[in-house]
């Protein structure tokens, strides 16, 4: 009887506070941190990628988290004989299932992870995908749980950095999926953005938010005005300093730079490990523009400083136009049901499993994830859960959960309901995670265990008509497990995440972790979807959107406006269309979107559609027609030729692309890796160059590209663009291409490419630009590095001229130097220079008497002006680099810097060049004469898919194709680049295999050569 007794007072004390609230004295704090995003980055898609880095090989023990146990004051606080609200759930789990008010249907139930170390799973449903994580990696599955991307590292998305703790969200306001993890190196967060719907073949932009302490065990929610993020971070001083962090939403959706925002907890208790919840808006539209983020976090009466049970709730003001003017407040305190939230004395020793043994950590004062918001059309609701000692003893787990009520924005919230739930079974129930459909419904996912029953997950939920206080669903067992877990110190899955499927808002998807044999996977993470009652038919359709415009119109992309659809549950999303076919989607939230990918001088009909989740569609709106203009080409810059840039004075006028993986640099020496790169500039000091080093950061698949300023050559009848360029490494170090753009960057074109080991030394290049003569171009080098980090490319004395040949004018002086780094062979090795009649006026041989490797210089003068051709001849026909030494040779002149270089040929190869005066737009390679009176014509010249060689009746013994660096093509064989075709004396070659570009053809008759250039058109 004195039990009895003691027992109703207690009761009665504890519905003295049940329900009630109280407006906490308002403390408000400015930010306490502003910072900008560290980087940005331009992630491709999963698709695209040659090598998605596998999770394998990347699962850490643990990543670092919270250690040392929770504080508390022994006899302080209440309840203390057990959990007065269990008693209610006791009670109604004893009823059948045909008693129950509400019922579960289940719709998808698969693995996930299947691993070996600690799980921490989160996961969200999108419109066709299931993006999850662990703390090593992600993966992508369909509805139905089959593997569209495979378990990749989270150095996929994010470079070097794999530390873990990833949470997954799905933004159903924007149609984006969200990854973030955290990092040491140094402490923040990083975030990775979905460029579009589809997380397989949309790419991704990449941040990095500096956060000074380690933000450990975050968790990310949505708002209309940011991303928002608490962390269990800086502990002593959660009260003064940034704990709760915004960040730039608009910006990171759209890949710009972003800013964030730090706030600390005024007013917070806490006992040494905490986590706070934001909240989490669901639904179809956003929470309106005047209604501010809010946090919310548990305070335990067994806590010092604390005394009475209770929810702390915070509200953010966010300012991004002077993020030194947002600021913090407590706004409220709501006063509970007693909860003893304390296992074991505060430590992470807590629930038994069969075996015995290390317990499990129930997750302590913890928000579980998520805290979610929805708005309904007569209040505001949130939901959210913590685990409890039910019996006082810590003998028995359960999940104290609530529903938060707001008559209307801005007043203060309610308690609406709050029970403690117990599972039927009898098993400790912890690790929840809870959410509420469009119709009121709750749902919730959970961990059970016991001395008898293995780590397990299963589902409970609620109809919103229900009696109050409790879960009216039969548990439901998404999965069983069967062994221990693998780890000594108890730690279990410390994350488990329920989302709502946008595509009904009715169907709850959970993700826990559970305990299944054999021991190489035993850590494995479940997914199950369910959904609450029979679901109310929604058939009727969205208004009709109105007021639709046209803005912005561009070539290749323009704006849409309209005046928003109303629904019954919620507009989904804009379907819009040209003509009657779907071209893209916009959010349910949206009032305009830019309609990109369109083509140059086209004619469109825009109109659009809205829809529900139910699937019904508006009738369509107005429609706009539209007509997109020519693509022009880019205006401004360089108008005075020649040009050239050597890269003394930094990049001159050359820029950075900012959405690719790496940039160029500067360099006057060697780069920075051994047996790759150059040793110095090809001209000056200075040259640039793309550091490949770092696996996951400088290759593989890494792109870096610089573009040119705008070259103005509508005056020009003839341009050359031409450069020397470095290539040497392993086989496998990627490629280098030169693209051009004559629409202002709109699209890029390939005109000289270049893959794999070129050799030790510099390259000339002349590409003929031809094709944009009249009118204005863009060029850009593309570097992608291969699977290497021997692969540093570098660039050099670029120039574009006014004629046809490298360099444009001939060179001004007759004082010619010619450098040859020997072979191992220097006896194979000789050269000479013959004038326009063939007469050799310049030779030199080498012999044994050379040492191998060695340098000699050659200084050739007296030249008088005219035309002339350097060869350089190799006996053995393997060239003098690479295979046997790194040879190399370079012709230069005092006035005009190089003419040629190379070292990678067969038995020989040729180069024409002149010396003197000539005008601009002159033609380096003239027509030679074979025997006397006899002329060679190239026709067409520039080719496309075909070149004819006439040469007036003479024989032709041998004709060699060469590329514009010298290499030789192989003809006359299928399987050639150029195909040759010879009728009597005239020949063909099929050019249709040829990249665009410069080439030579050398023909030999009769014992005499001649060297013609031509060129590929496309």
Not at 405 to 416: F, H, L, N, V
Request: glycine content about 10%; charged content about 15%; aromatic content about 10%.
């Amino acid at each position: 009887m004195k039990i009895r007794v003691l027992l109703t007072n207690l009761l009665m004390l504890t519905l003295l506070s049940y329900g009630a609230w109280a407006q906490q004295s308002p403390q408000t704090m400015r930010a306490s941190y502003q910072t900008v995003s560290a980087y940005v980055r331009d992630i491709p898609a999963l698709s695209k990628m040659d090598n998605i880095i596998s999770a394998r090989g990347y699962e850490h023990v643990a990543p670092p988290k919270r250690r040392g146990k929770n504080t508390f004051v022994p006899g302080k606080g209440l309840p203390a004989a057990g959990d007065p609200l269990a008693q209610r759930q006791f009670d109604y789990n004893k009823r059948s299932a045909n008693q129950r008010t509400a019922a579960v249907t289940e719709v998808a139930n698969f693995d996930a992870h299947l691993g070996t170390v600690l799980n921490d799973p989160t996961g969200a449903i999108g419109p066709n995908h299931y993006v999850y994580a662990f703390n090593s990696g992600f993966g992508i599955l369909d509805r139905n749980g089959n593997v569209l991307v495979p378990e990749a590292s989270l150095g996929t998305l994010f470079p070097g950095e794999t530390l873990g703790d990833p949470v997954v969200l799905y933004d159903q306001f924007a149609n984006r999926f969200i990854i973030m993890q955290f990092s040491n190196t140094p402490n923040g967060i990083l975030i990775a953005v979905c460029k579009g719907a589809d997380p397989v073949n949309d790419g991704w932009h990449t941040y990095r938010f500096n956060t000074g302490a380690f933000p450990d065990y975050e968790k990310m929610s949505i708002w209309h005005d940011g991303y928002y993020i608490t962390a269990n971070k800086s502990s002593g001083s959660a009260s003064t300093s940034e704990v709760v962090y915004a960040l730039e939403r608009d910006k990171m959706l759209t890949g710009a730079s972003a800013q964030m925002i730090g706030f600390p907890l005024p007013g917070i208790s806490t006992n040494g490990f905490y986590s706070p919840g934001g909240l989490n808006a669901l639904g179809t539209t956003l929470p309106p523009s005047n209604v501010k983020h809010q946090v919310i976090y548990m305070q335990d009466d067994s806590w010092s400083g604390v005394s009475q049970d209770h929810l702390k709730i915070w509200e953010t003001t966010v300012d991004w136009a002077n993020t030194s003017n947002s600021s913090i407040t407590l706004k409220q305190q709501l006063n509970t049901a007693s909860f003893d939230g304390v296992f074991n004395g505060g430590s992470f020793n807590n629930l038994s499993e069969p075996g015995g043994g290390r317990k499990i950590d129930a997750i302590q004062a913890t928000m579980m994830y998520m805290t979610n918001y929805r708005r309904f059309g007569t209040h505001n609701s949130v939901v959210l859960n913590f685990v409890v000692d039910v019996n006082g003893n810590d003998g028995l787990a359960g999940i104290r959960w609530y529903e938060l009520r707001q008559s209307a924005d801005g007043q203060p919230w309610t308690i609406y309901q709050e029970g403690t739930y117990t599972d039927p079974d009898g098993y400790n129930a912890f690790c929840g995670s809870i959410a509420m459909d469009k119709q009121g419904n709750i749902g919730m996912g959970y961990t059970v265990v016991s001395s008898s029953k293995h780590l397990s997950i299963r589902y409970t939920g609620r109809m919103a008509g229900d009696a109050l206080n409790v879960m009216t669903s039969p548990a439901a067992t998404a999965v069983d497990g069967d062994a221990r877990s693998n780890r000594s110190d108890g730690r279990y899955g410390d994350y488990a995440q329920i989302t709502l499927d946008p595509t009904d808002d009715l169907t709850f998807w959970h993700i826990g972790e559970y305990m299944k044999s054999p021991s190489n996977s035993v850590r494995r993470s479940r997914v199950v979807a369910f959904r609450l009652g029979t679901a109310v038919p929604d058939n009727q359709a969205p208004s009709t959107p109105t007021n639709l415009a046209a803005s912005n119109v561009a070539a290749t992309s323009v704006t849409l406006s309209w005046t928003a659809s109303t629904d019954n549950i919620g507009v989904t999303a804009y379907d819009i269309y040209n003509g009657g076919s779907v071209v893209a989607s916009a959010a349910g939230s949206a009032t305009s979107f830019n309609v990109t990918g369109l083509s140059p001088n086209t004619a469109y009909a825009f109109s659009i559609r809205a829809k529900d989740a139910a699937g019904n569609q508006s009738a369509a709106s107005n429609t706009v027609n539209v007509t997109t203009p020519n693509a022009s080409g880019c205006t401004g810059g360089i108008t005075s030729f020649p040009y050239s840039e050597g890269f003394e004075s930094n990049f001159g006028a050359w820029t950075q692309n900012t959405g690719d993986d790496l940039n160029w640099t500067r360099d006057a020496n060697g780069t920075p890796s051994n047996n790759t790169g150059p040793g110095s500039a090809s001209e000056g000091s200075f040259y640039i160059f793309v550091e490949a080093s770092g696996n996951g950061t400088g290759y593989p698949n890494k792109s870096a590209i610089i573009t040119s300023p705008c070259f103005d050559l509508s005056a020009l009848t003839q341009a050359t663009f031409s450069f020397q360029y470095h290539m040497f490494g392993a086989a496998d170090m990627g490629t280098i291409a030169l693209e051009a753009s004559a629409d202002n960057g709109l699209t890029w074109t390939s005109i000289w490419n270049q893959s794999g080991n070129q050799g030790n030394q510099w390259n000339s290049v002349d590409v003929d630009l031809a094709a944009y003569v009249g009118g204005s171009v863009q060029l850009r080098f593309n570097r992608v590095t291969g699977g290497t980090w021997q692969a540093d490319i570098a660039i050099d004395d670029v120039k574009l001229t006014s004629g046809s040949g490298s360099g444009g004018n001939c060179s001004p002086s007759g004082n010619l130097t010619l450098t040859i780094v020997l072979d191992n062979y220097p006896e194979e090795t000789s050269w000479q220079v013959t004038n326009a009649g063939g007469t050799v006026v310049a030779s030199n041989s080498y012999s044994t008497a050379n040492p191998d490797g060695s340098t000699v210089t050659e200084t050739i003068s007296g030249l008088a002006n005219g035309d002339y051709t350097f060869t350089i001849n190799d006996s053995f026909g393997d060239g003098i680099c690479c295979a046997y030494g790194n040879g190399s040779y370079s012709l230069t002149d005092a006035g005009n810097g190089t003419i040629v270089s190379g070292g990678d040929f067969n038995s020989s190869e040729s180069t024409a060049f002149c010396l003197g005066s000539r005008s601009a737009g002159a033609t380096r390679i003239q027509t030679q004469v074979l025997d006397e009176g006899v002329d060679v014509t190239l026709f067409p010249n520039p080719a496309n898919t075909v070149l004819n060689i006439d040469t007036k009746g003479a024989t032709i013994d041998k004709v060699q194709v060469f590329s514009m660096y010298g290499r030789a093509l192989e003809i006359g064989n299928k399987d050639s680049q150029a195909q040759m075709r010879t009728t009597g004396n005239s020949n063909s070659f099929n050019t249709s295999n040829l990249p665009a570009g410069v080439y030579f053809v050398r023909i030999t008759s009769n014992g005499q050569t001649i060297t013609k250039r031509f060129v590929v058109k496309r």
